[in-house]
């Protein structure tokens, strides 16, 4: 049987994943930035941004922690519209505890609205200063749903890897 200090100072993967429906009168924020332009916006009972809810779930999956449902519970009151930036410190936070780092993360957003292509530098940005990794060790790509749409619902999709060393 193989012991598990052989994996001593091996990177882990983390996924997450994350779907809000989009609706009007929602402040639009991914990825830590706001579209003042789109007249939809994640909903959620935080700010609803479905990125960082996605790379927090992928942090604390990879360190074999906690999801973040079960740390910031969505029926809790302090967490309505609380900032997601607070979970992804708190993954941080956690899994620095656990002698742990992010080395990188890539990040897919899917939705018709907004474009995320015109602002991918400032999520980079945004996520890099989060985690404290150099923006080259964060990628962001959009996608659209290419006008197929599976329910009556307009929604944001995202999967996040990251890797945590
Ligand atoms: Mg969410």
């Given at each position: 049987?193989t012991?598990?200090?052989?994996?001593?100072g091996?990177?882990?993967?983390?996924?997450?994943?994350?779907?809000?429906r989009?609706?009007?009168?929602?402040?639009?924020?991914?990825?830590?930035?706001?579209?003042?332009?789109c007249?939809?916006g994640?909903?959620g009972?935080?700010?609803?941004?479905?990125?960082?809810?996605?790379v927090?779930d992928a942090?604390?999956?990879?360190a074999?922690l906690d999801?973040?449902?079960?740390?910031?519970?969505?029926?809790q009151?302090?967490n309505?519209?609380?900032?997601?930036?607070?979970?992804?410190?708190?993954?941080c936070?956690?899994?620095?505890?656990a002698?742990?780092?992010p080395?990188s993360?890539d990040?897919?957003?899917q939705?018709?609205?907004?474009?995320?292509?015109?602002?991918?530098?400032?999520?980079?940005?945004?996520?890099?200063?989060l985690?404290?990794?150099?923006?080259?060790?964060?990628n962001?790509?959009?996608k659209?749903f290419?006008?197929?749409?599976?329910?009556?619902?307009e929604?944001?999709?995202?999967?996040?890897?990251?890797?945590?060393?």
């Amino acid at each position: 049987m193989t012991s598990p200090r052989d994996f001593e100072g091996v990177p882990r993967i983390g996924l997450g994943t994350d779907l809000h429906r989009l609706t009007p009168g929602r402040t639009c924020i991914l990825g830590g930035i706001v579209f003042d332009e789109c007249p939809v916006g994640p909903d959620g009972h935080s700010d609803g941004d479905a990125v960082l809810h996605a790379v927090t779930d992928a942090l604390l999956g990879a360190a074999g922690l906690d999801d973040l449902g079960t740390l910031f519970p969505d029926d809790q009151e302090s967490n309505r519209d609380r900032p997601s930036a607070d979970f992804v410190a708190e993954a941080c936070r956690r899994l620095q505890l656990a002698r742990l780092a992010p080395l990188s993360i890539d990040i897919a957003i899917q939705c018709d609205r907004p474009k995320i292509a015109p602002r991918r530098a400032e999520i980079r940005a945004a996520i890099a200063k989060l985690v404290a990794l150099p923006i080259d060790r964060v990628n962001v790509k959009g996608k659209t749903f290419e006008g197929v749409r599976a329910t009556d619902s307009e929604v944001v999709s995202v999967v996040a890897v990251v890797l945590v060393g």
